[in-house]
């Protein structure tokens, strides 16, 4: 089971701190990035630039249009990456270890939404 937290982290108020946890274990950057490795790799063999298919720029372009700002839900539909299921993630509030457990204070896209 996969489980994935985003939490307020401390550096600035638009700071979040994102855990994923995997079989029990807290997922890093190097995972990620070993992950986008595994997937751009893919996107070069199923649409190969040699037959004039764009490849992992496809992918790449939207990861950029995201990182400079445009809204999250039009790159998702531009790029045919939206979901049709799926529940929100949440964000919860970094916790005191004496709280039992966290209380939602926002879904996920309206922090991309600010």
């Known amino acids: 089971m996969v489980q994935f937290f985003v939490l307020r982290g401390k550096k600035s108020a638009g700071d979040?701190?994102?855990?994923?946890f995997s079989y029990g274990e807290v997922w890093s950057l190097e995972h990620i990035l070993r992950l986008l490795k595994i997937i751009f790799d893919s996107?070069?063999?199923?649409y190969p630039i040699s037959e004039g298919k764009r490849g992992p720029a496809y992918l790449l372009n939207a990861i950029t249009e995201i990182a400079f700002g445009r809204d999250i839900?039009?790159?998702l539909r531009d790029y045919q990456l939206k979901?049709?299921?799926g529940s929100k993630v949440q964000i919860i509030e970094k916790l005191?270890?004496?709280e039992p457990q966290?209380?939602?204070?926002?879904?996920l896209h309206e922090v991309f939404e600010k």
């Open 83 to 85: 979901r049709k299921s």
């Open 102 to 107: 966290a209380k939602p204070i926002q879904n």
């Open 43 to 46: 996107e070069k063999c199923n």
């Open 73 to 75: 839900e039009l790159v």
């Open 16 to 20: 979040y701190v994102i855990k994923i």
């Open 96 to 98: 005191d270890s004496s």
